[in-house]
């Protein structure tokens, strides 16, 4: 079954891994690195998002609510609502330090930074 943009309502992760992230003005500004479960309420916590730095020197990872991420075909990637200059003060850190505590400080910093409904 479609979600209301046409898009399929499951996905494998492996499929989402790597794919490129764009703002709204089009502008690459990373790519999705990994994503984060919640086993506890069967959900996706937050994509982890890398970009800045060169060759993987100095990249910041961004923990981005999933549902702030919206597929666009034709971009060949995800499309946030966000600006760079958003993206740039947004909460970031090590992969390591994302998933301390199972998450769930990078997560409450995610959804208050960006205002997304929370779905616990």
């Given at each position: 079954?479609?979600?209301?943009?046409?898009?399929?309502?499951?996905?494998?992760?492996?499929?989402?891994?790597?794919?490129?992230?764009?703002?709204?003005?089009?502008?690459?500004?990373?790519?999705?690195?990994?994503?984060?479960?919640?086993?506890?309420?069967?959900?996706?916590?937050?994509?982890v998002?890398?970009?800045?730095?060169?060759?993987?020197?100095?990249?910041?990872?961004?923990?981005?609510?999933?549902?702030?991420?919206?597929?666009?075909?034709?971009?060949?990637?995800?499309?946030?609502?966000?600006?760079?200059?958003?993206?740039?003060?947004?909460?970031?850190?090590?992969?390591?330090?994302?998933?301390?505590?199972?998450g769930?400080?990078?997560?409450?910093?995610?959804?208050?930074?960006?205002k997304?409904?929370?779905?616990?």
């Amino acid at each position: 079954m479609p979600t209301p943009q046409g898009h399929t309502t499951a996905i494998r992760g492996s499929r989402v891994i790597g794919t490129d992230v764009y703002s709204t003005s089009g502008d690459k500004i990373g790519e999705i690195e990994d994503v984060m479960l919640d086993k506890m309420h069967n959900n996706i916590m937050f994509a982890v998002v890398g970009f800045g730095g060169f060759l993987g020197m100095g990249e910041k990872y961004h923990p981005i609510p999933w549902a702030s991420l919206d597929y666009e075909k034709d971009q060949g990637g995800y499309v946030v609502p966000y600006t760079k200059e958003q993206l740039e003060k947004a909460p970031a850190d090590s992969i390591h330090e994302l998933s301390k505590d199972d998450g769930k400080t990078a997560r409450e910093a995610a959804f208050d930074y960006y205002k997304v409904e929370r779905y616990w």
